[in-house]
């Protein structure tokens, strides 16, 4: 395979750049991302399409990865629920090292190809959930060998990967591959690659949230009301959806805990 995100950079004597110089050629290669992510939407299609398909039926979202791949799983992850109002484990963002390594690298942690399904198995995975790989070089062993025992349990696998033809995409039975070429300094894949990762983790699970009803119209009325920015918020959904004033959409928004919940009550009980 052609490692493209491991190509010397387009650019050269980075040192010797003006600040806005380097702001500059990093804004134009940030560019091209939204254009290599649409032409992998075919892709995202067929794995968001499957993962709806799968947690439809009581199945869970796992996402697998090594340094910032793993963080960003693990950032999308843990957005579902404040955002969507889903329980914790509906999707699940696993990094090769534990927790310890979304704040600190942990070494060789990705060279371990077992530890990915001994990590899966503290969840009691099981045939009905999704397993999405996340691996800018596409070569990763702790993703690999998660998706490769993942396929022999009968678990759907996925994975998004910003090389073409990669051992993870190969491993995988709904690859996403966003080919986003060198970066600007070379090499660094938490540049570009980790941004078509991160549109494309934006995609995958709000268009399943989407898909499973956690959004009515356009509103994430299910969100979690933990600070009074999103209290204020939702008073003001409720105040547009059903016409009350303010002192009764806080009301309902304190009996009924969601948005959601409080249209629907203020409704039945016209």
Known sequence: MERSTEKDSRYNDLEKMSVLEILQNINNEDKTVPLAVEKALPQIEQLATIVTD??????????????????????????????????????????????????????????????????????????????????????????????KTANEHGIATGCIVCNAGSPVAATAQYPVEVVTGPEFVTGSTRMKAGTAQKLVLNMLSTSVMIQLGRVRGNKMVDMQLSNDKLINRAAR??????????????????????????????NNNK
């Not at 992850?77 to 999707?91: H, L, R, Y």
């Not at 600190?104 to 371990?112: C, L, P, R």
């Not at 309902?252 to 959601?260: A, D, E, F, I």
């Open 237 to 266: 959904m409720v105040i547009a959806e059903t016409g009350v004033d303010e002192a009764t959409a806080a009301e309902l928004l304190k009996q009924h805990g969601s948005v959601r919940k409080a249209v629907d009550a203020f």
């Open 54 to 147: 799968c947690m439809r039926k009581g199945g869970r979202l796992f996402y697998i990865g090594a340094g910032t791949s793993g963080r960003l799983g693990v950032v999308d992850a843990s957005e579902c629920p404040p955002t969507f109002g889903v329980p914790f484990d509906w999707v699940v963002g696993i990094i090769a090292g534990g927790d310890t390594a979304i704040r600190k690298a942990v070494e060789f942690a990705e060279d371990n190809t077992t530890q990915a399904w001994a990590d899966l198995q503290e969840f009691d995975i099981n045939e009905h959930d999704v397993v999405v790989g996340i691996a800018a070089s596409g070569t990763t062993p702790y993703v690999i060998g998660g998706l």
